[in-house]
């Protein structure tokens, strides 16, 4: 047996966040980093992840504590504040923005729904924490004493390239549920699956698959928590989080957010395509008439247009959901009025919508683009594939999702995952 298990609880003291810190600063320095995000595009791919280079810049911007408690380091900003800076890396580069995302956000889960001793433990010393989730239930839990034994395997860990910890969903013996875990670094295996030519798109989102085999696991580090924290069963006391951060963001509720965190992502490609597409209309004549650029034909206007305002539409829906969201969280702070499970699925899919329309806004620039944007390397044909990926993802299933609403707002079982 490997007996590796996180740090105990440290002497020193945890340091703050950087003094003065504002999202607007956090947008500024993602906006700086939008030159060499694109410059570097080519070669995150081919690693699938981005570069040790960035990951710095990453660090030192701040932009793996935007959610994480200020009581360990973070800035404790909404999380309306985190989409909004990941769709700015996303515009840089889509594939960077997701494995950002997917890496550098869950320290809001942790900060939700881990005792206080687990906390001060992941987020240790220096507040450094970064870590997938992947919640499914792909491994084994055996219990011991003082804990469990944990074995599995974890496709799609997305964001585990820089990983301090991995968040992952294992199941016990005998019909006895199933936690979500959390471990560190030195106990996991990250596998060579990701990157180059293996997938359409997202190829730079360091989306590896994770092994574990025979890692202690203390007890209190394994979580039992509905799928994506949807029932509002015990919600009256509210959260470790909220007890211990007197911050009702930490009821930690994850289906719309969960959602969000990928939305952002593809309202950033979108915006990405129109720059690019923007750059065609200033460059390019029209075939239909020599005389004139791209910018002043009408077959060109349109879906730039059409592209753009779907654009700005999927935004302002984002911030919606981040803005509804919030507002659920104060309401259960005010009067301990419960999210509801059809809150939770109306805020997943209100974020799907977000994410359909962009999608749609790059498939529309990219369709009118003719056909050199298909060559390899052509940041239109990356952009595409980008949102290819997200479109295929099973939380992004628009119609399976809707049933789910309907049935939650009829009083009927969804059906969904035992809701």
Not at 20 to 35: C, F, I, K
Not at 157 to 171: D, E, F, K, V
Not at 212 to 225: G, K, N, S, T, W
Request: glycine share 10%.
């Amino acid at each position: 047996m490997n007996v590796v298990s996180a740090a105990g609880s440290r002497p020193r003291p945890i340091p703050p966040p950087e003094p003065g810190m504002t999202p607007e600063r956090l947008y500024d320095r993602a906006v700086a980093l939008r030159g060499l995000l694109r410059e570097q595009q080519d070669e995150a791919d081919e690693r699938g992840s981005y570069s040790p280079e960035i990951h710095a810049a990453f660090v030192k911007a701040g932009f793996y504590r935007v959610t994480q408690p200020r009581l360990f380091g973070g800035y404790e900003f909404e999380l309306g504040v985190n989409y909004r800076l990941i769709a700015q890396i996303s515009r840089g580069h889509p594939g960077a923005g997701w494995c950002l995302s997917l890496g550098g956000s869950h320290a809001y889960v942790i900060a939700s729904h881990w005792p206080e001793q687990a906390q001060r433990e992941l987020f240790g010393d220096d507040g450094h924490f970064i870590a997938p989730h992947r919640p499914a239930p792909m491994g084994t839990l055996q219990p011991v004493a003082g804990g469990y034994i944990l074995n599995g395997q974890w496709n799609y860990c997305s964001g585990i390239p820089y990983a301090t910890h991995l968040l992952c969903g294992a199941t016990l013996p005998d019909g006895a549920g199933a936690r979500q875990v959390v471990v560190p670094r030195g106990a996991f295996e990250i596998l060579d699956d990701w990157g180059g030519d293996r997938t359409l798109g997202l190829r730079a989102s360091g989306s590896n698959s994770a092994r574990v085999r025979d890692i202690f696991v203390p007890e209190h580090m394994a979580v039992q928590l509905d799928w994506l924290a949807a029932r509002p069963d015990g919600m009256e006391g509210g959260t470790p989080g909220t007890r211990l951060h007197g911050n009702p963001m930490y009821l930690g509720r994850m289906m719309g957010p969960y959602h969000c965190s990928l939305v952002s992502v593809v309202v950033g490609a979108a915006w990405a395509a129109l720059d690019e597409f923007e750059a065609l209309m200033l460059r390019n004549r029209s075939m239909a008439d020599p005389a004139l650029l791209w910018a002043d034909h009408v077959d060109y206007q349109r879906p730039f247009g059409l592209a753009l305002s779907m654009t700005e539409a999927a935004e302002t829906i984002l911030h919606g959901v981040a803005d509804r969201y919030m507002e659920y969280c104060r309401r259960w702070q005010r009067d301990r009025t419960p999210i509801t499970v059809e809150d939770n699925l109306r805020l997943w899919a209100l974020a799907q919508q977000a994410g359909g329309l962009a999608r749609q806004a790059v498939e529309l620039l990219f369709q009118n683009s003719l056909s050199a944007p298909t060559k390899k390397g052509s940041r239109l044909a990356r952009y595409f594939g980008d949102v290819a990926m997200y479109n295929s993802h099973i939380s992004a299933l628009q119609n399976v999702q809707a049933t789910y609403v309907a049935r939650a707002h009829f009083g009927r079982p969804t059906g969904f995952r035992g809701l």
